[in-house]
């Protein structure tokens, strides 16, 4: 198990306003927690959880000609989810096969962020969002290893991160990765 508590300050973090930038001095408070072990002999879980709160404590910005009296202070600063899970598990499914530990795995879990603000204004929020994603594992000799990885199982529709109002990235469709391991 593992778990921290933070406190991050930070001074002239270039923020966005529409088309506009300022510079800010935030504040995030939060803490995380972690725990990772063994179920059983075969199966291996994963779980995190982490909690955050961040405020701009004042921002210095180039006037807007609509609105010159935007005050910033006390708002919530962008790109900061209030809530992050995971929870990954992995299963050694080998003695089903005949075959010896660790030859061959599944693997599967969540991901969830919580909405955030996309700018400073906090005039937009991106909407919060699940994934699930999945995973398969082989030995194929002592020195060969192969595992394949789908992400967003589901095909969850989400946004991933903003850099401002108008520029929100949407997250990765269905993914799949193999990956192959050698040993020399």
């Keep these: 198990m593992t778990g921290a508590l ?7 973090q270039p923020v966005t306003v529409n088309a506009f930038n ?7 408070r939060g803490g995380e927690v972690g725990l990772v072990g063994y179920v059983t002999d075969e199966w291996q879980a994963s779980l995190g959880y982490g909690f955050q709160s961040g405020r701009v404590l ?38 089903l096969f005949d075959a010896g530990p660790g030859v061959l795995g599944l693997g599967g879990g969540v ?3 919580a909405k955030f603000y996309p ?3 906090n005039a937009v929020v991106v909407p919060g969002y699940a ?17 394949l990885n789908i992400e967003n199982l ?4 989400y ?11 949407p997250g990765a469709p269905r993914s799949a990765f193999v990956t192959l391991n050698a040993k020399f």
């Design 6 to 12: 933070y406190q991050l300050n930070r001074s002239n």
């Design 22 to 28: 300022a510079v800010a001095n935030t504040r995030t």
């Design 58 to 95: 004042n921002a210095s910005y180039f006037p807007n000609p609509a609105d010159p009296w935007l005050v910033y202070s006390g708002k919530v600063t962008p790109n900061v989810p209030r809530n992050t899970y995971s929870f990954w598990n992995k299963v050694d499914i080998s003695s």
């Design 111 to 113: 991901i969830y962020n």
């Design 119 to 121: 700018a400073i204004d």
């Design 131 to 147: 994934r699930v994603d999945a995973a398969a594992y082989v030995k194929l000799s002592d020195r060969v290893n192969a595992q």
């Design 154 to 157: 589901l095909g969850a529709r």
């Design 159 to 169: 946004y991933a991160a903003a850099t401002n109002n108008n520029n929100i990235m």
